[in-house]
């Protein structure tokens, strides 16, 4: 049982570039999230997915998109990539609300 | 306005002692909390819960304490051990307007041999 997989685990951009951070899980989980992790911030959400074909932004959307490719995957693209988004990224997901999730290994990028 | 609070960046404990580390909420959709732990270069793994129907659960030598008035939770670690060493994240299951996993920022907790 695999849980939540994230690829790549490591990236470096060039300012400007794009890239796609990929998420699945095998949990049967209708909601997945992606978090942000900078030193002294905790985890701030950028955008969720509370069920198959629904996103919302989330605290700090800017700058990023998402798609919900089906139950499984949930996607996260930087169309324009900043130094500002030099971080560490989090896919989590779980089956409801009022439930735990579950997180992935994590994306370490680096925007030079 | 920070929905979850995590007052203490940092605490350092001798090995064997108590673990006491606090987190205060506000506009709760549920009263449902969660403590996550997470190491170095991992993502951060599901700890221990408490709802609002209990004012303490147990799990182990991980304790979580809920105080509603006050909007207050505690985890603490008896007897701590050098394995604890790690971030604590508290959160809130239903955080904000839209019942958000909302996450405080954490506090590192040290145990020392």
């Known amino acids: 049982n695999a849980g939540v997989t994230q690829t790549p685990k490591f990236q470096v951009l060039k300012t400007g570039q794009s890239m796609t951070l990929q998420c699945a899980q095998d949990?049967?989980?209708?909601?997945m999230y992606w978090y942000r992790q900078d030193p002294g911030m905790g985890l701030r959400l950028i955008y969720y997915?509370?069920?198959?074909?629904?996103?919302d932004k989330g605290e700090v959307p800017n700058g990023y998109n998402v798609s919900r490719l089906n139950k499984r995957e949930f996607s996260l693209r930087l169309e324009s990539a900043a130094p500002s988004q030099t971080s560490v990224y989090f896919c989590?997901?779980?089956?409801?609300?009022?439930?735990?999730?579950?997180f992935g290994q994590g994306t370490r990028l680096t925007v030079v | 306005d920070q929905q979850v609070k995590q007052n203490s960046p940092s605490l350092s404990v001798q090995e064997g002692r108590i673990s006491i580390l606090n987190c205060d909420y506000t506009?709760?959709?549920?009263?449902?909390f969660l403590w996550y732990k997470k190491y170095p270069a991992e993502g951060p793994t599901f700890l221990i819960s408490?709802?609002?129907?209990?004012d303490k659960n147990e799990d182990g030598r991980f304790t979580v304490f809920l105080n509603k008035s006050a909007k207050h939770l505690s985890l603490h670690i008896v007897p701590s051990q050098p394995g604890d060493s790690a971030v604590y994240f508290c959160?809130?299951?239903?955080?904000?307007?839209?019942?958000?996993?909302?996450f405080g920022k954490g506090t590192k907790l040290s145990v020392k041999p």
């Open positions: 989590a997901s779980r089956w409801t609300l009022n439930t735990e999730a579950f």
């Open positions: 949990m049967n989980h209708n909601s």
């Open positions: 997915s509370a069920s198959e074909g629904t996103t």
């Open positions: 506009n709760s959709m549920f009263d449902y």
């Open positions: 408490i709802s609002s129907i209990k």
């Open positions: 959160a809130d299951v239903g955080g904000g307007s839209q019942g958000n996993l909302i």
